[in-house]
């Protein structure tokens, strides 16, 4: 099934389809994702949820199909993305500043050292690591790892954000405050988001709209419309009928 939105947008996905040793993964699976949106895709453990986000990010190839970017297809990881995954990808051997100044290219961003580092020390102090600039990652805390990441993505001005299940290796509160770390910064600065998660709690807190996965060969079953004002409460009757009817999707 192909979402009813597979028309056009900022990230087109058409009839992908993915095997591995004649095992099929993907079986036609196609959506788009509007500029400035904020797309959440949820499934069942094992149902291909990574496997499709690597190949709308770039990573892999499809079998068949294809991934658009404005309206270019995507043959490769896209300059104008960035992922922020749960494996993370903070480099140990540089510190917070050096992290974020990382992917500062002379070509993309221009500027001189002394204007990248501003630019660095602005992010870090926007997730709450100011004071920590000159801190090496083996100093600081999972929470605070994850706060660099999510900096270092923002800090090169991505078009598009690509999340594969980025938070589910913090504990429940620093969970949440990440959340909302991520939903406040969103608030400020405009860009399109794609989460693959197996949270649907979370998936409805922060997405406009959820895309349900079937089990293995995965395709798209439901779409959900999130009409919910931030900052959203889980605990509200909308938000848990919400719930109810996309786990009833996943067969729970």
Not at 138 to 167: C, N, Q, T
Not at 224 to 245: G, T, Y
Request: charged residues 25%; contains cysteine.
């Amino acid at each position: 099934m192909s979402d009813k939105k597979n028309q056009d947008g900022k990230i087109v996905v058409k009839d992908l389809r993915k095997s591995f040793a004649a095992l099929p993964v993907i079986d036609g699976v196609g959506f788009s994702v509007a500029e400035g949106e904020f797309v959440a895709i949820v499934g069942p453990s094992g149902c291909g949820k990574s496997t499709l986000m690597n190949i709308i990010a770039g990573f892999e190839r499809p079998d068949a199909g294809q991934v658009l970017v404005d309206g270019r297809e995507l043959t490769g990881p896209s300059p104008k993305g960035i992922v922020i995954s749960q494996h993370g990808s903070v480099f140990p051997w540089l510190t917070v500043q050096q992290n974020l100044m990382f992917g500062l290219t002379d070509a993309v961003h221009g500027g001189t050292a002394e204007e990248k580092a501003a630019l660095a020390d602005h992010y870090a102090a926007m997730v709450g690591l100011k004071g920590f600039e000159s801190a090496y990652p083996h100093e600081l805390s999972g929470g605070m790892l994850k706060r660099v990441e999510i900096a270092r993505a923002f800090v090169v001005k991505p078009e598009i954000l690509y999340m594969d299940e980025p938070f589910s290796a913090l504990d429940a509160l620093m969970n949440l405050r990440m959340r909302n770390e991520l939903l406040r910064i969103l608030a400020e600065e405009r860009h399109t988001v794609l989460l693959i998660t197996h949270d649907v709690e979370e998936a409805i807190y922060m997405a406009d709209r959820i895309l349900v996965l079937s089990a293995r060969p995965t395709a798209i079953q439901s779409s959900f419309e999130v009409d919910l004002p931030h900052p959203r409460r889980l605990s509200s009757p909308e938000a848990q009928a919400l719930r109810e009817a996309i786990l009833k999707e996943l067969g729970l």
